[in-house]
């Protein structure tokens, strides 16, 4: 497995638009970020923040947008393929109001792949931003703010074996959503299912647009030393960035999810 070039982070959780991380769980888990390569970080940005009223971030070489409960990065790399296709194929909003994100995204020539009724029997869609990031949207009339971090799809025919490694590994919480099985970490809903429009095996992420998902741990050095012991190899192993104050680790999971871990992202 390639190494990144870069440190990547970020920072997130179901939380107030100052983007604080929520409390992890007894292993010290929470959720973290999403990170996107992308062939123009400057339209992506833009498209957040007028479309999900996202906030910017550029620090420390650190360039994304902030929304309630998640961080975005981007790195302008072209992507080796969409989501889409992946072990995670997409990722998931609460909004407002579905007909009024839609109803800008249409104006703004975007494509809308689906409106459907969700599993938990909510108003959804499934949309596409630039170089095929795949986002589900599902309506929620009752919070305060355009958009929300909701969810992180994982597909695989296996997709039980990733849910209960997802519990051994970080602790998360097996639950429900509607008919699709989940487990839940602080800030986060982890689903998992198979991909029922396609009988092609979900490919790896890293490279892809959505080329990691990250996850904010308390004492991470003793974390990772946890993992190794229970048979995880990193692909890039724990390291201290005192310049910008986060430590990050890197690791394919069993089934081909690119992971970054990270401590230090709450100063952000």
Known sequence: MRILPAVIAALSVMAPASAQLVAPNELGVAMGHVHLNV????SHRQLWIEHFDAVPLDRNGLTG???PGMLLLF???DATGPSEGTVVDHFGLKVRSLEEVLQRWRAAGREV?????????FPNAYILAPDGVKIELQQDVGQPEIATAHHLHYFNADYLEVRAWYVEMFSAILGNRGQVDTADLPGINLSFGTNRRSSAVPVGTEGRTIDHIGFEV??????????EAKGIEFDRPYRENAEIGVSTAFFTDPFGAYVELTEGLRQY
């Open 218 to 227: 308390r004492n991470l050095k003793a974390f990772c030393e946890q993992l």
């Open 75 to 77: 790195r302008q790399q």
């Open 65 to 67: 947008v902030k929304i």
């Open 113 to 121: 792949q689906r409106e459907f009724t969700g599993a938990a029997g």
């Open 39 to 42: 062939s123009d970080v400057e």
